[in-house]
């Protein structure tokens, strides 16, 4: 949760007196490369595999439990996956050496790396071949930054914010890649500052587009919305950062993991109630949260979304540009 609050129209009048609709945005919930990762995981505990995952298979605690339950364990390294456990790969995909150790070792994978990741990784080992200093658009610790640079032989430099690039002395070549999660306007930002910096830029607009599209409806509707709801695991990055775009559009902005945590306090006065929610959250989990809202204020849900407007992500076009600054 961002901020406490009341709703933007703030009025004392009753919710009960007044016509409240919970909105929900387009392309809210699960993503393409979450939904395969969920698939070839399932169809493995259907088949029967022991299966091992380097870390939660997906940033929602409750479906990370029901796998569990049903024989997907969790661990830290390649050394904790057991003799005839299947490794797992996550949709951020894991550095190169990872998967070369557990073929050494005979460990069979499952790859679910999502193919907006494997294409960054492409990407940046691309650009340090063709000799390019790779410049990673990212969050420093998160694993699919950690997978990108372990698909680069050479170091790479990484870059969360513009101020970081303003601090950084680039070589004369740079290449640069984006964390499929990132926003599109802290991409855009960072490739501007680099460009003041070096003789020869080329960069590769990585971000998935299942990210953007989901980014570009929860900013739509926080934008004409009174209260905006987020829901997702508080460990995804893709939904905290649904949570920043909402809050910077100045709507009260609330970042729940479950039904429970709404509070009828927020809805005060609030007509129009948004409802966006990160890759990972399941569709059942947002219609939970809707219903709650819906207790709370007397509010009428809106009709479920139709297929296409829920997933997102349908292609993969990327927008890659070069250019060679004047004057450096
Ligand atoms: S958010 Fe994008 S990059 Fe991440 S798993 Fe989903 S589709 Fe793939």
């Not at 994978?109 to 658009?137: N, P």
């Not at 900013?219 to 990055?237: E, K």
């Amino acid at each position: 949760m961002l901020s406490e609050g009341s709703a933007r129209t703030g009025s004392a009048e009753g919710p009960s007196s007044r016509a409240v609709r919970v909105l929900r945005a387009d392309f809210a919930g699960f993503c393409p490369g979450v939904e395969r990762a969920l698939a070839l995981v399932e169809a493995a505990l259907a088949q029967g595999h022991p299966l091992c995952s380097l870390g939660p298979l997906i940033h929602n605690d409750q479906v990370v439990r029901r796998l569990a339950d049903e024989g997907l364990r969790c661990a830290d390294v390649l050394d904790d996956v057991r003799p005839g456990e299947t490794l797992v790969v996550r949709t951020h995909g894991v550095p190169a050496s990872v998967t070369r150790q557990a073929a050494a070792r005979g460990v069979r994978v499952i790859d679910a790396t999502c193919r907006f990741v494997r294409r960054a990784h492409q990407r940046a080992h691309d650009l340090a071949e063709a000799g390019y200093q790779v410049c990673i658009v990212g969050d420093r610790d998160h694993p699919e930054v950690l997978g990108i640079t372990g698909s680069v032989s050479a170091e790479c430099l990484v870059l969360e914010t513009p101020e970081q690039a303003e601090a950084c002395a680039p070589g004369p070549r740079v290449g640069v890649v984006a964390q499929t999660t990132q926003t599109a306007s802290n991409y855009r930002d960072i490739v501007g500052v680099l460009a003041t910096k070096c003789r020869e830029l080329v960069a590769h607009n990585t971000l998935c587009n299942a990210t953007a599209d989901r980014q570009s409806a929860a900013l739509r509707l926080a934008q004409s919305a009174d209260v905006m709801l987020v829901v997702g695991g508080r460990h995804s990055a893709n939904t905290r950062r649904l949570v920043e775009i909402c809050a910077a559009t100045g709507t009260p902005t609330y970042h729940v993991e479950g039904p429970d945590e709404a509070k009828s306090e927020w809805f005060v006065g609030a007509r129009a109630i948004g409802v966006t929610a990160g890759a990972s959250t399941p569709n059942e989990h947002i219609a939970a949260v809707e219903q709650r809202v819906a207790e709370l204020t007397g509010a009428m849900v809106g009709p479920p979304r139709p297929a296409s407007a829920r997933t997102g992500g349908g292609d993969d076009d990327e927008g890659a540009a070069g250019c060679t600054p004047s004057g450096a």
